[in-house]
């Protein structure tokens, strides 16, 4: 079971390539994103719950609180990210950028989901750096024809 957690929680073994594997594991909540556009929301909706119930088995399965090689998490927060935004390169890369740069930083609030002793904050903090650039961007695109 534990390497089925493994799989699944890597995003396939994404979360285990060398070098900053959450970049890893964005690229591949944007490629497909773009490639399943047409049903990007339950596709989003479904990879975030099962994201969710695999945290705490992911903590044990790879014996860390907040595991860097678990990045379904960041898979999940990209393609939240360009839920909803027109499907243009520009915007998709302009998400990418500024999700890794939120999830970096964790701002205010996202800090305080970080610091969150329980399990889904693995999932959550991802989630609501998501939707903060998903906001942004929204606004982006209504209001300054981004």
Request: hydrophobic share 60%.
């Amino acid at each position: 079971m534990s390497a089925f957690i493994k799989a699944l929680g890597s995003f396939f073994y994404i979360g285990y390539l060398p070098l900053a594997p959450g970049t890893w594991g964005s690229l591949a909540g944007l490629a497909i994103a773009w490639w399943f556009y047409p049903v990007l929301a339950p596709l989003t909706l479904i990879l975030s719950i099962v994201g969710l119930f695999l945290c705490r088995s992911a903590e044990d399965a790879f014996q860390a609180k907040d595991p860097a090689r678990f990045v379904l998490d960041e898979v999940c927060g990209m393609m939240l990210s360009v839920l909803w935004l027109p499907r243009s390169p520009r915007i998709f890369i302009a998400a990418f950028i500024l999700f890794r740069i939120v999830d970096a930083l964790k701002p205010w609030p996202i800090c305080l989901i970080q610091k969150n002793k329980s399990p889904l904050s693995i999932m959550w903090d991802d989630l609501a750096a998501a939707v903060l650039v998903n906001l942004f961007l929204q606004a982006g695109v209504r209001f300054f024809g981004f």
